[in-house]
């Protein structure tokens, strides 16, 4: 019996943002293709993957009542559930993203499963640095996607480099959890500041590029499309993980991260408490495209737990041959 190994995104629980789910996906395909698997992708919530992405060279697309909920299939995940509330109570635990690959080996080695539902959280040290290879078999943009990425270049109309910003609810604009903190008004301004002075720094650093800026906060993509170098897209973005989000919320997200793709540079960029996203350097990663991650304002200990942090996994290859890249100062 042939198992196939199907990426479940069908309801509203946490699976993390648009970077986790990437990162979860490519792992999964890349496990399935290593064990002689098949492997199939079930994301319907909060919007539905085929309406941006569909199948490439692979075929992965699976409909609802094709999915196997009989003893002849198991489900699988490995999250831990916020305040030990387990959030997945009908899956087995497979531990960490670590153990999870021997997990789904042994399940597929006992030849007792048609097929294994997974719902993960990240899994993006087991992709083995193979982003571009895995993203392109999987996926191309969907024609109604290309169309607006067409329209947004051809405003755009040169050559240019992106800048992300992840304020998450710092400047009270982007609902992501409710625990997140809201700076004051004072806070806020000063923080609004220091990433304008960020883009004027980039700008004349990258050969005077035109800098598309891409952010969680509308308010800070107010203040920086003033600057007469920056392009923005407009409207308010959600996290995947908020049920509530629409088709064309969704849309937005997809172009911010399809037009990074095609920079000629991506730059992550981050002042603590701001957030530093998997979502740009996987736009890069997708595309072979040279990233850099800045972290201005970090101490020095703050600086060694970075590094250690890129030492320590295997996925960041690309990370450890480019340390110079990492752009951390006080």
Same mark, same amino acid.
């Given at each position: 019996?042939?198992?196939?190994?199907?990426?479940?995104?069908?309801?509203?629980?946490?699976?993390?943002?648009?970077? #986790?789910?990437?990162?979860?996906?490519?792992?999964? %395909?890349?496990?399935?293709?290593?064990?002689?698997c098949d492997f199939k992708i079930n994301f319907t919530q909060p919007?539905?993957?085929?309406?941006?992405?569909?199948?490439?060279?692979?075929d992965w697309y699976i409909q609802e009542h094709e999915i196997d909920?009989?003893?002849?299939?198991?489900?699988?995940?490995?999250?831990?559930?916020?305040?030990?509330?387990?959030?997945?109570?009908?899956?087995?635990?497979?531990?960490?993203?670590?153990?999870?690959?021997?997990?789904?080996?042994?399940?597929?080695?006992?030849?007792?499963?048609?097929?294994?539902?997974?719902?993960?959280?990240?899994?993006?040290?087991?992709?083995?640095?193979?982003?571009?290879?895995?993203?392109?078999?999987?996926?191309?943009?969907?024609?109604?996607?290309?169309?607006?990425?067409?329209?947004?270049?051809?405003?755009?109309?040169?050559?240019?480099?992106?800048m992300v910003f992840r304020f998450q609810q710092l400047l009270g604009?982007?609902?992501? @959890?409710?625990?997140?903190?809201?700076?004051?008004?004072?806070?806020?301004?000063?923080?609004?500041?220091?990433?304008?002075?960020?883009?004027?720094?980039?700008?004349?650093?990258?050969?005077?590029?035109?800098?598309?800026?891409?952010?969680?906060?509308?308010?800070? @993509?107010?203040?920086?499309?003033?600057?007469?170098?920056?392009?923005?897209?407009?409207?308010?973005?959600?996290?995947?993980?908020?049920?509530?989000?629409? %088709?064309?919320?969704?849309?937005?997200?997809?172009? #911010?991260?399809?037009?990074?793709?095609?920079?000629?540079?991506?730059?992550?960029?981050?002042?603590?408490?701001?957030?530093?996203?998997?979502?740009?350097?996987?736009?890069?990663?997708?595309?072979?495209?040279?990233?850099?991650?800045?972290?201005?304002?970090?101490?020095?200990?703050?600086?060694? #737990?970075?590094?250690?942090?890129?030492?320590? %996994?295997?996925?960041?290859?690309?990370?450890?041959?480019?340390?110079?890249?990492?752009?951390?100062?006080?």
């Amino acid at each position: 019996m042939r198992t196939t190994i199907v990426y479940m995104a069908n309801d509203n629980r946490r699976k993390g943002g648009w970077g #986790d789910r990437l990162g979860q996906m490519l792992a999964l %395909y890349r496990i399935s293709k290593d064990h002689g698997c098949d492997f199939k992708i079930n994301f319907t919530q909060p919007f539905k993957l085929v309406d941006f992405l569909v199948p490439n060279r692979f075929d992965w697309y699976i409909q609802e009542h094709e999915i196997d909920n009989e003893p002849g299939s198991i489900k699988i995940s490995n999250f831990k559930g916020y305040d030990g509330i387990d959030i997945y109570p009908e899956c087995e635990k497979c531990g960490n993203d670590i153990d999870f690959e021997d997990y789904i080996v042994e399940k597929i080695k006992s030849g007792n499963y048609k097929q294994i539902l997974c719902y993960t959280g990240s899994l993006e040290n087991l992709i083995n640095n193979q982003y571009s290879l895995l993203f392109h078999e999987l996926f191309k943009i969907s024609p109604e996607l290309n169309k607006r990425i067409e329209v947004h270049k051809n405003v755009i109309n040169e050559e240019y480099i992106a800048m992300v910003f992840r304020f998450q609810q710092l400047l009270g604009d982007f609902i992501e @959890r409710v625990i997140d903190p809201v700076l004051s008004p004072k806070q806020q301004i000063k923080l609004i500041k220091q990433n304008i002075q960020a883009l004027k720094l980039a700008y004349n650093k990258n050969e005077r590029k035109k800098i598309l800026v891409c952010s969680d906060s509308k308010v800070f @993509r107010d203040h920086a499309k003033k600057l007469k170098f920056v392009y923005t897209i407009g409207g308010f973005r959600k996290h995947p993980n908020n049920p509530q989000t629409s %088709y064309e919320e969704a849309m937005l997200s997809f172009l #911010d991260f399809f037009l990074i793709t095609q920079a000629a540079k991506v730059i992550s960029f981050t002042i603590p408490p701001m957030y530093s996203s998997s979502f740009p350097r996987l736009a890069a990663y997708t595309h072979d495209v040279p990233y850099e991650c800045v972290i201005q304002g970090v101490n020095k200990k703050k600086r060694r #737990d970075w590094i250690r942090f890129i030492l320590k %996994y295997p996925y960041l290859t690309k990370l450890k041959e480019k340390l110079r890249s990492y752009n951390i100062f006080p």
